[in-house]
């Protein structure tokens, strides 16, 4: 079964060798992951967004409409270079509000932590990463 993001995370944090984090990583590897990995850490990706604190209402943990596995293909229209630069800023910031409060409340604070260029998860590293996904950073 497909873990969500925040699962693979938590994963990733109680592994206790460098091996069995990269095998973490590749075992539970999603577009939505790499999407997550990437738009924390690579500089090449910007965010057509407020930097800050993000002012939305979590989801409820067990009642959440949607997973980050799904709304993860709509952080085009927030990334600079993607269709939503014609967007007027409100609309972007509002179709960014409906991802987060839609999802699991530790993947919306993983998506808020990417929108401002903060690592995900502590220990994740470019060198880690390059090995789990080769080309991904």
Known sequence: MVKQVHEVFALFEKAKTREEKVQVLKNNETWALKDIIKGSMDDKIQWLLPKGEVPYEKCDEWNH????????????????????????????????????????????????????????????????????FPGLL
């Open 65 to 132: 409409p949607t997973t980050l596995l799904k709304k993860h293909k709509d952080f085009r229209y927030v990334a600079k270079g993607g269709p939503g630069v014609a967007m007027a800023p409100y609309k972007r910031e509002k179709l960014f509000l409906g991802i987060v409060e839609s999802i699991h409340p530790a993947d919306a604070d993983l998506v808020c932590k990417m929108i401002n260029k903060e690592k995900p998860v502590k220990g994740i590293t470019a060198k880690l990463v390059e090995e789990a």
